[in-house]
Antibody, heavy 124, light 110 residues
Framework: QVHLQESGPGLVKPSQTLSLTCAVSGGSIESGSSFWSWIRQPAGKGLEWLGRINFIGKTDYSHSLNSRVTISSDTSKNQVSLRLSSVTAADTAVYYC????????????????WGQGTMVTVSS | QSALTQPASVSGSPGQSITISCTGTSSDVGGYNYVSWYQQHPGKAPQVMIYDVRDRPSGVSYRFSGSKSGNTASLTISGLQAEDEADYYCSSYSSSNTYVFGTGTKVTVL
């Protein structure tokens, strides 16, 4: 059973860089059938896809955040990381790590496993 | 890359059926069969209910079904139950290797 656990600072100052880690257990991030995504949700609002990384380190990012977001992986620790630069109050949200699972020969899929999420507040 | 459009709220009585729509464009919903639906209870992480337009993961009730016509996907919940009260989000693969979520729908069981 794959389990995802997000961790990182709960408070980040404006203009600084938000850094979060997603520890993956019960499965390998090097699985060829999986992407690892970051998704966020401001309080009382909807979900926003931020980006993803696959088993060979290929990344794709949301066009709206492309210049500020970086997703990386550490196969030795079996974890995925998110960095979001130049944060403002608008980046305050619950940040989720989620597995994007492909089925069969499909090139894309759905978010089938989610972490519990971690709340990040941007404030001085 | 705008959010997919969903009704803000849908309600129904126990036992009834309700349908939630999810409208996008030919660059996302209409162009690919990678539409999925997520249920989110307050304070919890989302859970996938439907993937690839109409497929149900194991463990998800048969009362949940999905479909798509043109640029609009739909989630139908039949035999509505109190436990179905939650927020629901659609998602679709979009061009340029990105994903987009819907605006979300609050389902109320009367």
């Amino acid at each position: 059973q794959v389990h995802l656990q997000e961790s990182g600072p709960g408070l980040v100052k404006p203009s600084q860089t938000l850094s979060l880690t997603c520890a993956v257990s019960g499965g390998s991030i090097e699985s060829g059938s999986s992407f690892w995504s970051w998704i966020r949700q401001p309080a009382g609002k909807g979900l926003e896809w931020l980006g993803r990384i696959n088993f060979i380190g290929k990344t794709d990012y949301s066009h709206s955040l492309n210049s500020r977001v970086t997703i990386s992986s550490d196969t030795s620790k079996n974890q995925v990381s998110l960095r979001l630069s130049s944060v403002t109050a608008a980046d305050t949200a619950v940040y989720y790590c989620a597995r994007l699972q492909r089925r069969g020969y499909s090139p894309e899929g759905s978010f089938d496993i989610w972490g519990q999420g971690t709340m990040v507040t941007v404030s001085s | 890359q705008s959010a997919l459009t969903q009704p803000a709220s849908v309600s129904g009585s126990p036992g009834q059926s309700i349908t939630i729509s999810c409208t996008g464009t030919s660059s996302d919903v209409g162009g690919y069969n990678y539409v999925s639906w997520y249920q989110q209870h307050p304070g919890k992480a989302p859970q996938v209910m439907i993937y690839d337009v109409r497929d149900r993961p194991s463990g998800v009730s048969y009362r949940f079904s999905g479909s798509k016509s043109g640029n609009t996907a739909s989630l139908t919940i039949s035999g509505l139950q109190a436990e179905d009260e939650a927020d629901y989000y659609c998602s679709s693969y979009s061009s340029s290797n990105t994903y987009v979520f819907g605006t979300g729908t609050k389902v109320t069981v009367l």
